[in-house]
């Protein structure tokens, strides 16, 4: 069973940068696929990226294509959001979620309530 741990949340203005990170403990991620899902107040989780550790693919919403960059760093087993142009709506607490190799479809990948495992999550705030 893999435990997920987010970091690198915080204040940063519209049209910087920040890099989120999911570390992984327990097992290792290249036998997962991995999502990043986002909450919003007073909205529903929305996933915004995805990255499957055994082969590379990766997917974006269309909310983030563009400006968000998924990848992995299995050596280190930890999965990285890097996050260029923030928007206001990109205020979210952001969560890094995982699926063991071939337990869902590829096309459940945005769907939050799909993942296994999930880290607590950590707060970014997109403000001026």
């Known amino acids: 069973q893999v435990q997920l741990v987010e970091s690198g949340g915080g204040l940063v203005q519209p049209g910087g940068s920040l890099r989120l990170s999911c570390a992984a403990s327990g097992s290792t991620l290249d ?13 529903e989780r929305e996933g915004v990226a995805y ?11 269309d909310s983030v294509k563009g400006r968000f960059t ?10 990285y959001l890097q996050m260029n142009s923030p928007k206001f709506d990109d205020t979210a607490v952001y969560y890094c979620a995982a699926n063991p190799r071939g337990s869902r479809p590829l096309f459940v990948r945005f769907v939050s309530s799909t993942y296994y495992y999930w880290g607590p999550g950590t707060q970014v705030t997109v403000s001026s």
Not at 34 to 42: E, K, L, M, S, T
Not at 53 to 59: F, Q, R, V
Not at 70 to 79: E, F, G, Y
């Open 70 to 79: 998924i990848s992995s760093n299995n050596a280190k087993n930890t999965v």
């Open 51 to 61: 990255i499957s550790s055994y082969s590379g693919y990766t997917d974006y919403a």
């Open 31 to 43: 036998g997962y696929a991995i999502g990043w899902i986002r909450q919003a107040p007073g909205k």
